[in-house]
Nanobody
Framework: QILLVESGGGLVRPGGSLRLSCAAP???????????MDWYRQAPGKQREWVAR???????TYKDSVKGRFTISRNNSRKTVWLQMNALQPEDTAVYYCNTNPISVASWGQGTQVTVSW
């Protein structure tokens, strides 16, 4: 089990940008760095969906609808994963969560709300 804390969400206009953070404040480098990390999101009335992954080695993969707009990155020394979101669209509105891969049910945090609207 790893404590994960998401932050950085907010209200942004279509076309705008946000940078989300996922911190593991109680982890140490040796336990965080080997983890593959994912971002998920859950829109109102919809199932939680996978958005992006970064492996322990830094390889990134993305949901098709966010490719070219979102960038996932990490800094193991800071025990943090980021999701840079550009060209945001109303359909990106959701609560965003991070988790390990494979998922740790106990590690789901509160998430951070992203709202894209005029």
């Amino acid at each position: 089990q790893i404590l994960l804390v998401e932050s950085g969400g907010g209200l942004v206009r279509p076309g705008g940008s946000l940078r989300l953070s996922c911190a593991a404040p109680r982890s140490i480098f040796s336990t965080f760095s080997p983890l593959d990390m994912d971002w998920y999101r859950q829109a109102p009335g919809k199932q939680r969906e996978w958005v992006a992954r970064i492996t322990s080695g830094g390889t990134a993969t993305y949901k098709d609808s966010v490719k070219g707009r979102f960038t996932i990155s990490r800094n193991n020394s800071r025990k943090t994963v980021w999701l840079q979101m550009n060209a945001l669209q109303p359909e990106d509105t959701a609560v965003y969560y991070c988790n390990t891969n494979p998922i740790s049910v106990a590690s789901w945090g509160q998430g951070t709300q992203v709202t894209v609207s005029w």
